[in-house]
């Protein structure tokens, strides 16, 4: 269902992302990890359409990306890291706005609002600006906001930062239950233990290229690491940092 | 423990804007130099017509030095009433909603400290356009009163503490404000009240019309007009100290207590602050955390506006929706409707008050030269509208554009919804504006046509060329709108506009010029190829900078990378 060719995303001469390719299949939940400045983020919003690669093409379904943007556009829900949203429309004028841009309209998408604000827990918020939204909140709205327009295939970057621990699980509940109906999940992420207990294959990117890719027990044959967790895999992989040094950092406590 | 200077505290400041000069710098040398160029050219602008107007006053036996003196002291208090609003919106910001506050506050830095590193930062902030302002005001008086080389040293002495002392005004009443009312709430009322004020002054300025008081015949006899001159506007003004400071300095003889008095004050002043921010910030900048407006229902109106976008499809239309739905949700924007509400009366008021109707008849000849170089004036009126109104609307689409660029929206729904949310109402205006002074001129139904039909096809350009303009120089970063126009790009569609008013005036002034013909002949108008020729010619100079500008901002919105 998303498919990468070759991607690779040039700033100046700073390589984010390196000739990376991939193919994800539907129903299926894919993790995307590694350190900061790996390139994830960069790979997301590529994925997203919202910047153009280097080079390299992305494939929504059949659809390019950046060739046929309305059509594969109209397959995918994104889910930002940073939870930008007007500020001053209230969170019921946000999700028609949003629904309005995928060209849906009327009584379903009135229906359909009220589910999602239901089962987010703002229905008591509908009517209130943006403004008056705490981060969780804004990140609850822009969540229902990616799944209005019931897309196939979900991009999402970090979709755990600023949830409560019941939103974060309904959160999974609702990743799980979108690929058990041929939905199809990217999500890059910084929990591993989330990672590791959801995802059907991890992808690990370092310096802009996929160090390791596949299933748990993939990546633990890959790194020929036996059978340990996926924190101890990826601090193999992206280069830990050794205890001594962390008490340096620390130093003495007053 | 030791505390961190001044600098220090101010260090993110001053590096973000070392850091914009870099990248101006490698961005090449076009635009540091088309901003000098403009500049220099207002400073020229300035000096020349203050230079003529003092050479004039010295001229004048006795009266002269008064007048000079009245004259600066009328600037100096205008300019000390615009820093005090300023001040009061700029400390808003950097004392209460920048993002460097948590990191401050958390950090040990003693509140005096802290007190003097914001106020210097909302000095600078919102007194260096009027520092720069003053420049060339006070180099006219040196060099008609010979004021030497000294003089600038001098003038510096004087006008610093008259900035000093709007800044502690204004970040004392912000203070003062924000412990009444939550800082978002603040801010909206702020930005009425300021936009409220300012074009209060101009309202009532022009309704007086000055340019009367400039005639002493208009006054019952000579010893009215000296008396009234020789009394100080208000011997408490700060402004008026400063005027004193510098007429005594440059026509003698030479008097230090104006001086002694503005600084004695400011250092009152700033002590005084310093008081106020010891007792009353922390409690304020607790309240500025809060305070989101809350419960908005769609109301009437909302249905309404729905109702009449209805056949229009729903991406334009919900995107329509939300550009209105935020225009009249933002204060500092629909604010700033005041000053436009003011700009069209004073420019109709102005019409009015031409003595073209009073006492003898004048020809229709000057009434038709008249109207037509009204078009260029309403031409310009709306292309200041449009870069309040228009060209932001880009620039604050930055944050969202993960949104809509992940979404199946095509970029060009979104660049006419915006074209047309700021158009259609820019078309009633220019339509309303040109009609009603043309109606006061009683211009003949010739040039009504031709005025009007200009102004449709200006128009469309205008705001093209705005938002065009926009998408070329956009500012994602500013989160104030009524900020985004007095950047470099606004300047550039500043001029690109005048540009083509200029070329449509003079390609337009071969018709007009044949139709004043007839009418000085008396002979009928003769309709020939040029005439046409040039109807077109300005048909297609309005076609091509709608569409040009249009095309090339959506090129560079499509480039757009977040």
Redesign the interface.
Do not use: I, N
């Given at each position: 269902m998303i498919r990468l060719e070759t991607l690779t995303k040039l700033y100046g001469s700073f390589v984010a992302v390196d000739d990376i390719s991939l193919a994800i299949e539907p129903g299926e939940l894919f993790g995307l990890l590694g350190p900061n400045g790996a390139g994830k983020t960069t790979t997301l919003r590529m994925i997203a359409g919202i910047l153009r690669p280097s080079a390299g093409r992305v494939f929504l379904g059949d659809a390019d990306v950046h060739q046929a943007p309305l059509v594969a556009k109209q397959r995918l829900g994104f889910i930002p890291d940073r939870p930008f949203v007007y500020e001053k429309l209230t969170g019921a004028e946000f999700l028609r706005f949003v629904a309005g841009l995928y060209g849906q309209e009327g009584d379903i998408v009135e229906r359909r609002i009220a589910e999602l604000l239901e089962v987010f827990e703002l229905t008591s918020w509908r009517d209130e600006l943006v403004e008056a939204y705490s981060h969780g909140m804004r990140q609850k709205l822009i969540i229902s906001s990616a799944l209005i327009h019931r897309p196939a295939c979900i991009v999402v970057d970090e979709p755990m930062v600023g949830l409560d621990p019941k939103a974060a699980r309904l959160l999974k509940d609702i990743f799980r239950q979108f690929t058990r109906r041929g939905g199809t999940v990217l999500m890059s992420t910084h929990t591993l233990e989330i990672a590791e207990a959801m995802c059907d294959r991890i992808a690990i990117i370092q310096r802009g290229k996929i160090a390791a890719c596949g299933t748990m027990d993939e990546l633990r044959r890959q790194t020929a690491a036996g059978n340990v967790s996926l924190e101890e895999l990826f601090l193999r992989l992206t280069g830990g940092v050794e205890a001594h040094e962390l008490a340096e950092v620390l130093g003495d406590a007053p | 423990m030791s505390q961190p200077s001044l600098v220090r505290v101010l260090e993110p400041k001053w590096r973000t804007l070392l850091q914009r000069l870099r990248e101006t710098r490698d961005e090449g040398w076009g635009r540091p130099l088309g901003l000098a160029l403009v500049g220099a050219l207002f400073w020229v602008a300035a000096f020349g017509v203050l230079y003529r107007i003092l050479k004039y006053f010295r001229g004048v036996e006795e009266l002269g030095p008064l007048l000079a003196g009245k004259l600066l002291g009328l600037m100096l208090l205008s300019f000390v009433s615009m820093l005090v609003l300023s001040n009061v919106v700029t400390a808003l910001s950097s004392f209460f909603l920048a993002r460097d506050l948590d990191l401050l506050i958390t950090a040990p830095v003693d509140w005096l400290r802290f007190y003097l590193a914001k106020l210097g930062e909302t000095l600078v902030d919102s007194s260096w356009m009027v520092a720069l302002m003053a420049v060339p005001i006070l180099a006219a008086y040196g060099v008609i009163y010979h004021g030497g080389w000294w003089f600038a040293p001098y003038a510096v002495v004087t006008i610093l503490p008259l900035l000093v002392v709007p800044a502690v005004l204004g970040s004392a009443i912000t203070l003062v404000l924000v412990n009444l009312f939550p800082a978002?709430r603040t801010r909206d009322l702020l930005s009425v009240i300021a936009l409220g004020a300012a074009a209060g002054v101009v309202l009532v300025l022009r309704l007086v019309r000055p340019e009367r008081l400039a005639r002493p015949e208009g006054f019952r006899n000579l010893l009215d007009f000296i008396a009234v001159l020789r009394t100080p506007t208000s011997p408490f003004l700060p402004s008026e100290w400063a005027s004193q400071a510098i007429m005594t300095f440059l026509h003698g003889p030479l008097d230090m207590l104006p001086l002694v008095l503005l600084w004695s004050t400011a250092a009152a002043l700033v002590t005084i602050g310093a008081f106020l921010h010891a007792r009353l910030y922390a409690q304020g900048y607790t309240k500025a955390q809060e305070g989101?407006?809350?419960?908005?229902?769609?109301g009437v109106w909302g249905w309404a506006v729905g109702t009449l976008l209805r056949p229009l499809?729903?991406?334009k239309?919900?995107?329509v929706?939300?550009d209105v739905?935020?225009f009249f949700?933002?204060a500092t924007q629909w604010s700033q409707l005041i000053l436009l509400a003011v700009l069209v009366v004073v420019y109709v008021f102005n019409v009015k008050a031409l003595p073209l109707f009073s006492g003898e008849q004048i020809p229709r000849f000057y009434v038709t030269l008249v109207a037509f170089l009204n078009l260029g004036l309403s031409g310009f009126v709306l292309a200041s509208i449009a870069a309040r109104f228009i060209f932001p609307a880009v620039s604050l689409e930055g944050?969202?554009?993960?949104?809509?660029?992940?979404?199946?929206?095509?970029l060009r729904t979104l660049l006419w919804s915006k074209y047309w949310v700021g158009t259609a109402p820019l078309l009633v205006l220019a339509l309303a504006l040109t009609g009603a002074t043309n109606l006061l001129l009683r211009v003949p139904p010739f040039m009504m046509a031709v005025s009007l039909a200009a102004i449709v096809g200006l128009t469309l350009a205008i705001a093209a060329m705005a938002l065009g303009f926009g998408a070329v120089y956009p500012r994602f970063e500013t989160e104030n709108a009524a900020q985004i126009p007095t950047s470099f790009g606004g300047l550039v569609f500043m001029m690109a506009t005048i540009v083509v008013l200029v070329a449509v005036i003079v390609v337009l002034s071969g018709p007009v010029s044949a139709y004043l013909n007839s009418l000085y002949t008396g002979r009928p108008i003769r309709i020939n190829a040029r005439i046409v020729g040039a109807f077109v010619v300005a048909a297609g100079i309005c076609a091509a900078a709608t569409i040009v500008p249009l095309r090339i901002g959506l090129a560079r919105v499509e480039?757009y990378?977040?």
């Open positions: - | 978002r989101a407006e809350r419960f908005v229902r769609g499809p729903v991406a239309r919900e995107f929706l939300k739905k935020l949700r933002d944050r969202h554009m993960w949104l809509l660029r992940s979404s199946p929206l095509d480039r990378e977040f």
